[in-house]
Nanobody
């Protein structure tokens, strides 16, 4: 599977953005899909994941209630709806495909190229 992320941009605090991650390949439906982010000078961190069935989702505490992850298997695409954005959400966001859900991120098969999200105060 190959991934292409898009949708980043420069917004003000309180605004919304929707990131998209389009996958090529016929195995998209077998992957848990999610997002990581990396801010300048910091390590890459987990943001959100959705299981291969779409029935389960998990978020890092700092985005709970503001971000929503979803997937459309007919379009081979995963989305991250980001509302009430804060300056601390500023980072490069990467989508990733992993066969695991509970241990998502340990065995990533593919990474997207990253999309920049900048939130001004």
């Amino acid at each position: 599977v190959q991934l292409q992320a898009s949708g980043g941009g420069l917004v003000q605090a309180g605004d919304s953005l929707r990131l998209s991650c389009a996958a090529t390949g016929r195995t998209f439906g077998s992957y848990s899909m999610g997002w990581f982010r990396q801010a300048p000078g910091k390590e890459r961190e987990f943001v959100a994941v959705i299981s291969w069935t779409g029935a389960s989702t998990r978020y890092t505490d700092s985005v709970k209630g503001r971000f929503t992850i979803s997937r459309d298997d007919a379009k081979n695409t995963v989305y991250l709806q980001m509302n009430s954005l804060k300056p601390e959400d500023t980072a490069v966001y990467y989508c990733a495909a992993d066969k695991l859900y509970t241990d998502y991120g340990r065995t990533v098969d593919a990474w997207g190229q990253g999309t920049q999200v900048t939130v001004s105060s």
